[in-house]
C-alpha cells in the first residue's frame, strides 16, 4: 500500500512538472501548477530552515549545517527556477 501512494504521488508530481514546463499547455493551467511546485518546495526550505534555528538551541553545529543546507536548497532552486521557466523561449 505504501508503494502504491508512493507511485501515485511521484506520477501525479512529475506529470505536474513536465506539464508546467510545455508551452503547449494553457497559461491557465501551467501558472497554478507552477505555484504549487513552487510553494511546495519554498515549505520544505523553510522546514529545513526552521529546524536548524531550533537545532541552534541544542546542538550548534548541527544548527549552522541545517541552515547551510537549507541556504545551498534555496540559492540552487533560485537558479534552477530561472533557467526552467523564466528562460523559456
Known amino acids: 500500500m505504501e508503494y502504491l501512494f508512493e507511485f501515485i504521488l511521484e506520477l501525479i508530481f512529475d506529470g505536474s512538472i513536465e506539464i508546467s514546463k510545455s508551452v503547449r499547455v494553457p497559461k491557465y493551467i501551467r501558472y497554478p501548477l507552477i505555484a504549487l511546485i513552487s510553494l511546495f518546495f519554498i515549505s520544505v526550505i523553510g522546514l529545513i530552515f526552521f529546524v536548524g534555528i531550533l537545532s541552534?538551541?541544542?546542538?550548534?553545529?548541527?544548527?549552522i549545517f541545517f541552515i547551510l543546507?537549507?541556504?545551498?536548497?534555496?540559492i540552487s532552486?533560485?537558479?534552477?527556477?530561472?533557467?526552467?521557466y523564466l528562460n523559456m523561449k
Not at 541552534?56 to 544548527?63: A, D, H, P, Q, V
Not at 543546507?69 to 534555496?74: D, N, P, T
Open 69 to 74: 543546507i537549507g541556504l545551498f536548497l534555496f
Open 56 to 63: 541552534l538551541k541544542e546542538n550548534i553545529l548541527l544548527g
Open 77 to 84: 532552486s533560485i537558479i534552477k527556477f530561472k533557467k526552467t
